[in-house]
T-cell receptor, first 112, second 115 residues
Framework: KNEVEQSPQNLTAQEGEFITINCSYS?????LHWLQQHPGGGIVSLFM???GKKKHGRLIATINIQEKHSSLHITASHPRDSAVYIC??????????????FGQGTILTVHP | EAGVAQSPRYKIIEKRQSVAFWCNPI?????LYWYQQILGQGPKLLIQ????????DSQLPKDRFSAERLKGVDSTLKIQPAKLEDSAVYLC?????????????FGNGTRLTVT
């Protein structure tokens, strides 16, 4: 079982819809990163979370430490939001201290 | 602040040739990562440096790949000799620390095609 599991793998939405991408992670991960990669493009860091909630424009990221679960929400989705969204966990200690583990990624397509 | 710089942007070589990629992280960032991203897949960590020391190189194919970060600043990744399956985007990323409380910053990557 992967230490960082994302769902769904593929997501299609109509412009304007509210979108949620989920990420579950295992014990030992202390922080979650949400990353965005447009087709053929580089990777952009959206959020880094170790607790609570962060908001930037139409993007909101939340993390529940007890449940080891994080979500990325996009409000009023737009075709330019179409990209791969990846969550990645940073390990807290032991031999994996500081190591990043990536989820499988969610391919989001927003139709006009 | 200047971002993570990588060069070259694209590289095409024949199999069995050698190639080197260069990365200059954001100034002051102690942690530097090299990732390999094959088309349609997520990034795979090749090596992680903390300053000039290696933290994790467990997935680096050491028979053909090598990386160094001699002065704890910029880094080079080398492949010698290249194979067809090395065709991928090689991403460099940096963060202030590896403690998990620092955002990641990625370069634009080097797209390698091995023919």
């Amino acid at each position: 079982k992967n230490e960082v599991e994302q769902s769904p793998q593929n997501l299609t939405a109509q412009e304007g819809e509210f979108i949620t991408i989920n990420c579950s992670y295992s014990v030992g991960i202390s922080a979650l990163h949400w990353l965005q990669q447009h087709p053929g493009g580089g990777i952009v860091s959206l959020f880094m979370l170790s607790s609570g909630k962060k908001k930037h424009g139409r993007l909101i990221a939340t993390i529940n430490i007890q449940e080891k679960h994080s979500s990325l929400h996009i409000t009023a989705s737009h075709p330019r939001d179409s990209a791969v969204y990846i969550c990645a966990g940073t390990h807290a200690g032991g031999t994996s201290y500081g190591k990043l583990t990536f989820g499988q990624g969610t391919i989001l397509t927003v139709h006009p | 602040e200047a971002g993570v710089a990588q060069s070259p942007r694209y590289k095409i070589i024949e199999k069995r040739q050698s190639v080197a990629f260069w990365c200059n992280p954001i100034s002051g960032h102690a942690t530097l990562y090299w990732y390999q991203q094959i088309l349609g897949q997520g990034p795979k960590l090749l090596i992680q440096f903390q300053n000039n020391g290696v933290v994790d190189d467990s997935q680096l194919p050491k028979d053909r790949f090598s990386a160094e970060r001699l002065k704890g600043v910029d880094s080079t990744l080398k492949i010698q000799p290249a194979k067809l399956e090395d065709s991928a985007v090689y991403l460099c990323a940096s963060s202030l620390s590896s403690r998990g409380n620092s955002p990641l910053h990625f370069g634009n990557g080097t797209r390698l095609t091995v023919t």
